[in-house]
């Protein structure tokens, strides 16, 4: 069955340092993308990246990359530069078409970053 | 653009009491979906509507949900018979196509059963 791990509850980075959040996945469609979400206190979610799982560059959108290992099954989500405002919850999710599902997104628990100033 | 909008914003209901949730997509957004979060989860999908058709749905989704997507537009998601379990933040999400299109969400509706 499709599954979305993040193994990291909460993270502390210092401001202005990089950061990594962990997400490894597991599937058995060959066709499936990945996607990074932010959630800051407020409750609103934010689409951040999109990782293809046929994508030979790993994603990268401004301050947000995106380390995809296709063998290891693994897209962690780098953010360079951390700022206060990077505080937030983040989720990784995954689509495929496993089990006919259309299109929905499947969420890992979430990592909880805190950007100490 | 003015994304998706959720209404109301909070709601507050006695147990066995039915609510109603309303989600306005964004307008060229084809999908809809529905998800509920609980405090320290991942948002769960719920339902989801390709137009004004409904065609997925989770086991999460008791007899006691039903959601509706009348002319393929905005959506509403009832509970009837409503339990303490029920209590979570219930996110409305719209996309156009799938593959590498993301899902926007909207602010979410936070019920809460007493």
């Known amino acids: 069955a499709q599954k979305i791990t993040q193994t990291q509850p909460g993270m502390f980075v210092q401001e202005k340092e990089a950061v990594t959040l962990d997400c490894t996945y597991d599937?058995?469609?060959?066709?499936?993308?990945l996607f990074w979400y932010k959630q800051p206190s407020s409750g609103e979610v934010i689409f951040l990246i999109y990782?293809?799982?046929?994508?030979?560059q790993n994603a990268t959108e401004g301050r947000y990359s995106l380390n995809f290992q296709k063998a290891r099954k693994s897209a962690n989500l780098v953010i360079s530069a951390s700022q206060l405002g990077d505080s937030a919850m983040y989720f990784c999710?995954?689509?495929?078409?496993?089990?006919?599902?259309?299109?929905?997104?499947?969420f890992g628990k979430g990592t909880k970053l805190s950007v100490k100033p | 653009d003015t994304g998706v909008s959720q209404n109301p914003r909070h709601k507050i209901t006695k147990r066995g009491q039915n609510v109603t949730f309303r989600c306005d997509p964004i307008?060229?957004?084809?999908?809809l979906y529905w998800y509920r979060q609980t405090l320290g989860q991942g948002p769960e999908f719920l339902t989801y509507?390709?137009?004004?058709?409904?065609?997925?749905k989770s086991r999460l989704l008791s007899d006691r949900f039903s959601a509706e997507r009348p002319k393929g537009s905005f959506s509403t998601l009832e509970i009837q018979r409503t339990e303490q379990g029920d209590s979570a933040m219930y996110l409305c999400?719209?996309?156009f196509g799938t593959g590498s299109s993301p899902l926007h969400f909207g602010n979410g509706t936070r019920l809460t059963v007493t």
């Open positions: 999400a719209s996309s």
């Open positions: 599937t058995s469609d060959p066709s499936y993308g």
């Open positions: 990782q293809g799982s046929y994508d030979q």
């Open positions: 999710a995954m689509r495929d078409n496993y089990g006919g599902s259309q299109g929905n997104l499947i």
């Open positions: 307008s060229e957004h084809n999908r």
């Open positions: 509507f390709q137009n004004e058709a409904q065609l997925e």
